[in-house]
Structure formats: C-alpha cells, structure tokens
C-alpha cells in the first residue's frame, strides 16, 4: 500500500521552524511560528499554570478516563471566557478538543455530516491550516477579500462584496480576534455588518478564536465572538487555551456550538461526543484541567490574568517601539500600521524577495508572506529588525 501514498505539501509555517533551528547564526531572530517569547526569547510556562500544576499533584488520585467530550466543567469554565453569559446553557453543545487545530478539524467535521455541500469561506489571507482542513476534509472553499494591500488593514467594502454570494447553508470562517497572519481587525460595527449579513444569508458562522487576550483584552477580543452569538441563531466557535494559557503542547482546546434551541442542542452535543469517539475518544486531560483550574480559582485565575496582561502590554509596547523605530528610518508614516494592528501577528506587505533578503542576510525569520510575530521581538531586536525592513527596501 505504502508505495501509494503521495508526497504532501510542506507546511510553511513548520518548514520556516526547522529552517530557524538549522541556522547556526547566533544572533539570529524568530518571527515566524506564532509562539509567544519573553524578552530573552524563552516560551515560559505561565505562573499560574504552574502553580496549578503543582496543586494538581498533590489532588489528582486518577488518570481513569473523563467523559468522551471531556470533562464538562473545563467545557463550562472555557465557553464561560469566551462567550460570557451570551448563550443560555440550553443552547449550548461543546467538546474538548486537541489544541484549537482539533477543535477546527471537528467543527468543519460537523458541518460536512450536516451539510456535505456547504462551502466555507475563509478570509484572503487565512491560516494556512485553514483551506488545508477545509481541503483534506473534501468541502468546498470559497475566499472572501479580507485585507487591504495598500492600507494593511481590512479591505470591509471587499469583504462585504465578497460575502454576498454565501448561499444558504455555507459557513462563514471568522478570526474572533487578533487575525492571523494580518494582525487587522473588524471592528464591532463591522462585527454588527457581518453578523446581519450572515444572517440574511442564512449562513452559519464559524469562529476560530486563538488569540483572546493577545490583543484588547480579555473582554475586548471576545466581543465580536459574543455579537455573532447574541445575534445569531446558530454558531460554531473553536477556541485554543495554547496561546493564552501558553500550554501549546498540551494541545488544549474547545469547540462550541451554538444552537437555534434546546432540542437541537441536545443532537448537537450527542454529535460532538460522536465525533471525539471516532476520532480519539477521549481528549487530553492535562491542560484542560489546568485550565479549568485556573478559570475556576479566583486567586489562580487573577495571576493568570495578570501575566497575560503583561504579555498583551509587552507586544504592543514592542509594536510602537518597532513603528517609530521605523518612522525615524523612513521619515514617513507607511509604518504606522503596525502600532495599529493587534494580537502577535503583523502582515508587513513585504514581497517574498524581500523577506528572503531579511532572512539571508540579516538572520530575522519571518513567513513568505511576511506575517512577523511581534512577540519574537524585544526591546533591543526591534532596532535590528528596522534596520533590516529598510536595508531590504520595503
Ligand atoms: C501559527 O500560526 O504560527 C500558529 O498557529 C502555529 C501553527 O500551528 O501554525
């Protein structure tokens, strides 16, 4: 059988990780996977998910397994960060899943058992994992514009024009905050915009929420997360504890669905649990209890929160620093777009020769399409990577 199999496309993002750890520079800098670093480029554990490991020894009497959608209070504890009180418990189905690229796999699993035909559209530029999901899975895709060369923020008019040829039953694959790999934002009214579109079309929306508190905060990177769901009928939302909680591989993570009502919810959630049995029956436990201990802690969740805000104030300190950096070196204000941008992401609108430039000669990673992690940076980096931008041209 083997000597059927096909070579596969490499995954650029994993690719541009190896190409990194090969490179014997050692003033080399990483802005290419979307890992959060502190100033001296480690990827620490989160205070509080520590202290939470440390309490878990001492409690934990059993590794028997929990329910086939995982234990219901990291469920209860999650959709509560990400949604608030904006769905009533009767309409609300969710599932542990492996990290946030599980909870995805799922959500898109679901629509194809409900709706083989649907197409799910996918903003232009997407996460690469995205179509590659969407394709693996045999469902059709379609693009919606989503960002704007000349501005670098979000092209709305196109996205709008765009998305008026979602037909009944299609899936419309949001970013809830923090968009990857641009790092520009919907505002709410254009959440509002959105959702009544949606709406009309009679669409589901799907939200991947990856990010939440990497860009305004907390509350702030839920909000459009929480219109979609007050407004709307139905939703899927998929949210990753990796980044925010900084249990990457753990793989954490949670899909949602949100319900018309009660009865279907109750099918919906007997699909989710259908799915994670033949798939994996049982998700991972670790970092979800983790997280659910903290979420339900006062004083471990007021740690948590702290450090990531912290976290949060950090990029966007490093996001100012790196547009005036760039503003001095320019004399112009084309930078600016990057103190606007939020989450860890930046699309820099650099060409593909400009990014291997970068990468040659002055050892700075970032994607092909020149999405930079801002979080690879520090404070004495972010001169280095100006001088780098300007050097190639950009
Ligand atoms: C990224 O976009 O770099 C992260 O989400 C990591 C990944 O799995 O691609």
């Known amino acids: 059988m083997f000597e059927h199999l096909k070579p596969q496309p490499e995954d650029k993002i994993m690719a541009l990780m190896q190409q990194y750890r090969a490179d014997p520079r050692e003033n080399k800098i990483d802005l290419g996977v979307g890992v959060y670093k502190d ?26 397994y929990t329910g086939l959608a995982g234990d219901p209070a990291f469920g209860r504890a999650l959709s509560g960060l990400v949604l608030g009180d904006t769905v009533p418990d009767d309409r609300l189905a969710y599932a542990a899943q492996p990290g946030g690229t599980g909870a995805i796999h799922q959500a898109l699993e679901l629509v194809k058992m409900a709706t083989p035909e649907a197409t799910i559209w996918v903003s232009a530029p997407t996460w690469p994992n995205h179509p590659s999901i969407i394709r693996h899975l045999k469902l059709a895709i379609a693009e919606y514009r989503y ?20 037909k009944p039953g299609d899936v419309v694959l949001l970013h809830g905050c923090c968009h990857n790999p641009t790092g520009a934002n919907l505002t709410l009214p254009q959440w509002d915009e959105v959702a009544t579109l949606i709406g009309e079309k009679g669409a589901t929306p799907f939200i991947d929420i990856a990010y939440q508190g990497f860009g305004d905060g907390l ?15 139905g939703a899927l ?5 990796s980044k925010n909680f900084g249990v990457y591989r753990e793989r954490t993570g949670l899909l949602m669905a949100v319900t018309p009502d009660a009865k279907s919810r109750g099918v919906t959630q007997a699909n989710l649990t259908h799915l994670n049995r033949q798939n994996f029956s049982f998700p991972p436990d670790h970092g979800a209890r983790l997280v659910m201990m903290i979420l339900e802690n006062e004083a471990l969740r007021a740690e948590w929160t702290a450090e990531l805000e912290e976290i949060r104030t950090g990029m966007l300190g490093l996001r100012t620093q790196l547009a005036e950096a760039l503003r001095a070196r320019s004399g112009s204000d084309r930078f600016g777009f ?5 989450g860890m992401f930046s699309r820099l609108g650099a060409t ?7 990468r040659e000669k002055h050892g700075i990673y970032m994607i092909g399409d020149s999405r930079m992690n801002i979080a690879g940076l520090n404070s004495k980096t972010v001169d280095l990577l100006a001088d780098a931008i300007i050097d190639a041209g950009v």
């Open 338 to 342: 990057i103190a606007q941008h939020r």
């Open 147 to 166: 960002f704007d060369d000349e501005t670098r923020g979000v092209d709305f008019a196109g996205m709008m024009e765009d998305l008026a040829g979602v």
């Open 39 to 64: 100033a001296t480029g480690n990827t620490p554990v989160m205070r509080a998910v520590k202290e939470a490991e440390k309490q878990l020894w001492e409690i934990e009497t059993t590794k028997a």
């Open 237 to 241: 939302i998929a949210a990753s504890c």
């Open 219 to 233: 509350e702030a990177d839920a909000a459009g997360t929480r219109l979609i769901c007050e407004r709307l009928p």
């Open 352 to 358: 593909p020769e400009q990014v291997e430039h970068i």
